[in-house]
Nanobody, 123 residues
Framework: QVQLVESGGGLVQAGGSLSVSCAASGNIFSINAMGWYRQAPGNERELVARISSTGRTNYQDSVKGRFTISRNNAKNTVYLQMISLKPEDTAVYYC?????????????????WGQGTQVTVSS
C-alpha cells in the first residue's frame, strides 16, 4: 500500500523560511507528478506547486519566486522550500503524488495524499 508521509513545517515569523518534505513508500512501480497543495481554514484546497517526473515545474502565481519545489526520484521524495513567507501562506500543506502501484502481476495508477503538515506564518 502506498503512503505519503510529510515532515517539516511549523511556525515562523513573516519573512522567514521553512521547508517541508514528503516521502512516498510502498509497492511503487513509478511516480509521475508530485506536488504540494494547501488549505487554509474556510478555503478550498489549492495547488501550490507541481513537479513532473522529468523535473518540469509550475507554481501558483502567489508563490512564484518564493517557493521552490524539487524531487529526488531515487528516494521517492518531493521537497518544498519556502522563503519570504507571508501570513497568507498559513495553511495545512498536503503532499500529492500520481503513483503507479504494483498490485500482484498488474500495475494500477492512483492519486495519493499525505496527511498534511501545518505551516503557520505569524505577522
Amino acid at each position: 500500500q502506498v503512503q505519503l508521509v510529510e515532515s517539516g513545517g511549523g511556525l515562523v515569523q513573516a519573512g522567514g523560511s521553512l521547508s517541508v518534505s514528503c516521502a512516498a513508500s510502498g509497492n511503487i512501480f513509478s511516480i509521475n507528478a508530485m506536488g504540494w497543495y494547501r488549505q487554509a481554514p474556510g478555503n478550498e484546497r489549492e495547488l501550490v506547486a507541481r513537479i513532473s517526473s522529468t523535473g518540469r515545474t509550475n507554481y501558483q502565481d502567489s508563490v512564484k519566486g518564493r517557493f521552490t519545489i524539487s524531487r529526488n526520484n531515487a528516494k521517492n521524495t518531493v521537497y518544498l522550500q519556502m522563503i519570504s513567507l507571508k501570513p497568507e501562506d498559513t495553511a495545512v500543506y498536503y503532499c500529492y503524488g500520481s503513483i503507479e502501484e504494483k498490485s500482484g502481476l498488474s500495475i494500477r495508477s492512483g492519486d495519493y495524499w499525505g496527511q498534511g503538515t501545518q505551516v503557520t506564518v505569524s505577522s
